[in-house]
Structures are given as C-alpha cells and as structure tokens.
C-alpha cells in the first residue's frame, strides 16, 4: 500500500506557502491541529457568489465582482488616515478605485504597474459616485480571472487570516492529492455514491450551492460516516485487545466476609440503584476479562460507598485496591469517612499525598510492597515510580475526567491487569456516552438515599443583600454551616464580578471570627487548615472558589451562596449546589446575581431552579450549547469530530447521525466477523483511524 497518501495528510502546515511560520500559530488556532488533514478538515459554514462583471452599472453594492482594468495612476495620502489609492479603468472607461489603508505602494506596483492590464476581484463600493474596492481579495494577471468567478465557500475565521487566506491554503493543499485510496469496505460505499475521500473534500471545498454542503448531501455523508466508521473500528480494536487478556486462575467468587462485616456497622440501607452497580460491578469481576466500568451518578448518591464495597471483595481475595481523588482535601476526607469502617472489619487503609512526610511514605512504600496495606487512598502522589504494589487488583478512579490519559496509564500499570472502576460526579448525555465513550460499561445511579432533603434554590438580585445576610445569621444559629462561592479571588480590570478577597472582608464585618476562606492560590496547609476551621465550626462560614465544587461532603451545610452564578455552567452550578443537602435538614442555594441576565443567562438559571436531576440537566445543557468539548473531554485524550455532530439544534440532524453512527457501527461489526483482519503498519484503515486520532499506540488496558 503506498503510505504517502498518509504521509501527505499528516504534513505540516507551515509547510504550505500560503501558511508559512508567520501565520502557523493563527491557523493552529483556528483548526486545533497543525497538518493538512486539520485544514482539509476544515468545514465552510456558507457560501457566496463572485460574478465577473464587465459593466458596474449592472452590479449592486456590496456584490462580490470579478473584472479586469488597465491601471491608471497611483496616489498616497497621509496624516492620520495613511491611504494609498490605485486608479483603473475599464475597457467601457468606467473608472474604479482600489483603496488600501497603510498599503505598501512598492508591494502593489510590483503587481499592478501603471498601464498594465490586470484582474481584480473584491467587494464593490459606491462611494460619493465614485466606484470602489477597499482592499481587494486579489489582483493578478488576467489569465487567473476565472480562478475568481463562481461560488465560493466562506469559512469561520479567527484573527490574523482571512478568507482569501484560507481558500489560497486549502487549494494548494488539494493540489497535492492527486489520488484516493479507499479505506472503507466496498458495502458501505454506495450509501454515499461512492464518492472518494478526497472527491468528498474537493465537493466541499468547491461547492456549487448550499446544497453540496447540507448533511445529507452525498460528500458530507461520506465524510460524517467514515468518521463514526473509524470511531466504532478503534472501538472494536479496543475492546477486542482488552478481552483477550486472560486473567490470572484467581477464584473471584463472592466471598462477602468483609462485606458483611461491613453492613452490620451500616446504620442506613443502600438504594436499589446502588444496589444494582454492585451486582454489576461483581459480575464484571467474575469474568476474565478486564473490567472498565464507570459509575456515573448525580451528586450525592452514594458511588463511594459502592465503590468501597466493591474494594472490599477485591480485598477478601487478598488483593490490593488503590483509590485515586482529584484534590488533596477530597482525599482525606475519603481516608477519613473509610477509616471508621475499615478500623471495625480489620482492613489496613492508608492516606497518601504530597502533605505526607518523606518519613511516613517511606514506611508506606514499604508495607504497599509487602502487602501489609489493603486500601491506598491518594492523589497525584500515587503515581510515584517508588509506589510499588504487592498485588494491585482494582483501580478506582474519582472524577476521572479530571485524569489525562497518560496518567491513568502509569496507574494502570502498576498491576497485573486490574480491574478500573471509574466514577464521574457529572451525569454524562447519553448521545455523549454513545458516540464519545462507545462500548465502555456504564453503570449509573440516579437514586438518593431516602432521608436526603431537598434543596431550596432561589434567584436573587444583589438588591436583596440584606435579607440574605439576615437568612445566613438565622442558619448559624441553628449550629448549620454556609457555603459562599466567588467566581474570582482578586479584583479584575476588564471584569465585573465579586471577587473573593472583598466578599471575605465585607462578610467579616457583618460576622467578626466566623469566616474562613478557601482558594487555589493557598498552599496545601493553608487549605487544609482553613477546611477544618470550617468543618469543626470554628468559622462556620466559608468563602471560596469552585475548589470546593467536588466531593466535599459537610453534612451539617445547609446554606450555598453562588454570586455571579452566569459565569458558571449548568453542571458547574449543579456540583457547587451538591456541596449542601447531605444531611437531613433543609438545605438552601442562592444564586445571586447584580445585574440584568441575558436570556441564555436566565435560561440557564431557571433550569436549574426548576430541577435537581442531574441527568436532566445534563440532557438540557446539551441542547442549550451543543456539543463542544463535552465535560472538557479533549484533556482526557478523547478526539472531538469535525464532521459528525449530533449535539446541534436542529433535532432531525441529530437524530440522523445518531443512525448513521448506529449503522457505522453494524457495519463495523461486519467487517470483523467476515474476516480476519491483522493489525499491519500498512493497514490503510489503521493509519487513517490514527491520523483521526481515534486509535493510538498506548495500549487500551493502560489508559482505563
């Protein structure tokens, strides 16, 4: 198989005349990528049409023209506005102006040299009766004329290109593609008309009308399908790695001795959907394969009591689990919470993070190695070359999309194989789930347990201060604690929004020796000293950052202050509101805000007023702002697509990708259960599944 065709595709844009080093970084922004597949990639969001024109009485103002004239003469103006103005005439002796603000008149007699016959082409202008183009897209010999007559698409654009710019790029990046090669199996072709890739790219690049460019036009199919095609083929490649790996003959039969143990000190009964995620969860271990399942739940449900009963079978089995939290305070306050039960029923659990003296990790590393430690609870410093494991059988992984790729790996790979429980706070679409994480096992729990409160959410204007401060001296009198979220820690020059600092000041003059505050500029003591001042209710009011947004778990906080809560998101305000609620007296959120809201603003507030599923809210979010990088998923090493999308806000597209994804799919299985298909270098559906991203070298079982 010729391997340039990929090689092509993955050269580097600065290459391209029309690119260059100078202008790199703008269209690296533009495309999020640096080859020629990212621009190529590129789709127009219109068109518009350029006519050659021979007669400007029969053009309209503002029209997009196409001409040839002789040039006349130069003239150059200056003062504050520097204009250099080309005079040309056409073949009728209409004359026309070519204005050009701060032009180089050097550069453009190079082009247009007095008396020369040339092609311009540029939006016509009248102007005091007079005809003119301000800086014209191009002027050049009048052989290039036609180059510059016809439909055009019209591209999105960032600062420092413009459209000429970007179709003189994507042109000479489809001159280098003189040839095709198919990577799609010939069944599927005919759904698209059998249009080539790069035939695809060419209609698209050059179309002839607005309907070349529609979803269900034959080149945008082709390009959407091959996308999900190559998606659910990685998929497939995945999973099928991950299933060969034959465990090791460990009877992972349900012992329950510590479980047991464990529901005798309960004082509470685990929901039915809790209870559900465990027999999943069991069942996945009693298989031989590799286990990754993530456990997606709305706040408050209860995943790390699932979690930590599924620790405990691992445990039984004389194995070990390592437990992995986003944030030091979240951490411990795991360690913490466990530590009572695990004390009880005889298990060894121990905390590590950065704030561990070299002494105590040392004896740490120590009885991790000898198998001595059970549970290990940590952060980033889990990751440590010198944690070595006597036999690491799960992985849990708190908030894992808050973990890149690569570190899940040196996780991963501190076992033979475990077992890789992830957990997400955040309730994940599930369009989402279908289309970004495929076949992955999902397992969710939207039940709370009973004795939970609900939680009171008010819209409030700054107006209203006073009352507020009233409601939070009420609420301290009751013994309860309040939470007081700032979407800034310092004063901004170019924002107008309460930042921490003031708010900290102004609500110690109202409550002297009662506020605490919390930030991600303090230093690790700093934090964790200001949490416990907090927990213990020394200051029963924190002031703070979205740093508490996840996990924190205070149940006796009953009141949350959210100011300019139109600067958060809805699964952003959603976590913050779950900060409260979680023990059995009424709890309250706040959403105060100073000035008038725009209607997405409001929108979005209500929503959240008028529920507290997160499920829900995670479906309406989606369709508020479409797709994007759902749940910063690009972090995560999760590829967004180009092509496909089915998070926009015509409902009859999404649910058509929705089919064609589900098609791609069957027809991926197809394709594997036909044949034997060998993993090669020069497999052309492999390369082009890399050059997507959508497959990579780390292998599946190493990342989770």
């Known amino acids: 198989m010729n391997l340039n065709f990929f090689k092509k595709l993955s050269y580097p844009l600065k290459n391209l005349t029309a690119v260059g080093v100078k202008r ?14 990212d621009l190529l990639c590129l789709k127009p969001n219109g068109i518009e ?5 021979a007669d400007f009485t029969e053009a309209c103002n503002g029209k997009l023209v196409t001409f040839s004239a002789k040039v006349e003469s130069y003239k150059q103006t200056f003062g504050s506005k520097k204009m250099l103005i080309v005079t040309c005439v056409l073949q009728n002796k209409q004359k026309i102006e070519l204005v050009y603000f701060n032009g180089s008149k050097a550069m453009i ?7 020369s016959e040339i092609g311009i082409s540029g939006q016509l202008k009248f102007n005091r009766q007079n005809f003119q183009i301000i800086h014209p897209d191009w002027i050049g010999p009048c052989q290039q004329i036609n180059n510059w007559v016809g439909i055009e698409p019209i591209y999105p654009l960032t600062f420092g290109l413009n459209q000429a710019i970007l179709r003189s790029a994507i042109r000479s990046a489809l001159l280098l593609f003189n040839e095709s090669i198919e990577f799609l199996p010939a069944e599927s072709l005919p759904l698209f008309d059998s249009f080539s890739f790069i035939n695809a790219l060419q209609k698209m690049h050059h179309p002839l009308s607005l309907l070349d460019l529609h979803y269900k036009s034959s080149p945008m199919l082709r390009l959407a399908y091959q996308e999900m095609f190559l998606r659910n083929y990685s998929f497939w490649i995945s999973k099928t790695r991950v299933q060969k790996i034959i465990r090791n003959n460990v009877n992972f039969e349900d012992l329950n001795h510590l479980e047991k143990k464990f529901y005798a000190l309960l004082t509470f009964q685990l929901t039915s959907d809790q209870e559900r995620c465990l027999i999943e969860i069991k069942n996945d271990f009693k298989n031989k394969e590799q286990m ?9 449900s209860g995943k790390t009591i699932v979690a930590f009963i599924a620790a405990l079978s691992i445990i039984d089995l004389g194995k070990q689990v390592v437990f992995l939290a986003p944030t030091e305070i979240l951490a411990k306050q795991h360690y913490e919470n466990l530590k009572k039960y695990t004390d009880a029923i005889g298990v ?31 952060t980033h410093a889990v990751f440590q070359k010198d944690v070595i494991y006597h036999d690491l059988k799960l992985v849990i992984i708190d908030e894992q999309h808050r973990f890149g790729v690569e570190q899940r790996s040196v996780l991963i790979q501190k076992g033979d194989n475990p077992h890789v429980l992830s957990m997400s706070a955040t309730p994940i679409p599930r369009t989402v789930l279908l289309v970004q994480l495929g076949d992955m096992d999902v397992s969710e729990i939207k039940e709370k347990p009973k004795n939970r409160p609900l939680i009171t959410t008010k819209i409030i204007n700054v107006k209203d201060f006073e009352k507020l401060i009233s409601f939070i001296g009420q609420a301290m009198n009751r013994d309860e604690k309040i939470f007081w979220v700032c979407p800034l820690i310092e004063e901004s020059e170019t924002l107008d929004l309460v930042n921490l600092k003031d708010r900290l000041l102004n609500l110690q003059m109202y409550f002297p020796d009662k506020v605490t505050w919390i930030h991600g500029k303090q230093s690790l003591e700093e934090r964790q000293c200001s949490f416990d001042e907090f927990r213990s209710g020394l200051k029963p009011i924190v002031v703070a950052t979205t740093v508490i947004e996840v996990g924190i778990d205070i149940p006796d906080a009953t009141t949350i202050i959210i100011e300019d809560p139109q600067r958060f998101g809805i699964s952003q305000l959603h976590q913050l509101r779950g900060r409260v609620g979680r023990g059995v007296k009424d709890s309250f959120c706040f959403l105060l805000y ?22 829900e809210l995670a479906e309406q979010d989606l369709k508020i702002r479409g797709g994007g990088d759902v749940l910063g998923l690009k972090q995560t090493g999760v590829p967004t697509f180009k092509f496909f999308d089915c998070y926009s806000e015509d409902q009859e597209q999404n649910d058509f990708y929705i089919r064609l994804f589900r098609r791609s799919k069957e027809d991926v299985e197809k394709y594997f259960k036909n044949q034997d298909h060998t993993l090669t270098e020069d497999s052309p559906i492999l390369n082009m599944a890399k050059i997507y991203g959508f497959y990579n070298d780390i292998d599946y079982k190493k990342t989770g």
């Open 594 to 615: 100073k000035d008038n809201l725009s209607q997405t603003s409001s929108q979005r507030l209500k929503l959240i007023r008028s529920t507290q599923d997160g499920f």
């Open 109 to 115: 007699q190079k082009l247009a040299p007095i008396n």
């Open 292 to 300: 990754h399942r993530l456990v997606q739940g709305d706040v408050g």
């Open 24 to 37: 790199e970084k703008y269209f690296q922004k533009l495309l999020g990528g640096d080859t020629l597949f």
């Open 348 to 378: 060894r659990i121990e905390l590590l993070t950065s704030q561990i003296k070299t002494k105590n990790k040392r004896e740490i590393f120590n009885q991790l190695k000898d198998g001595t430690i059970h549970l290990l609870i940590g």
């Open 49 to 53: 049409k350029r006519e050659y024109v």
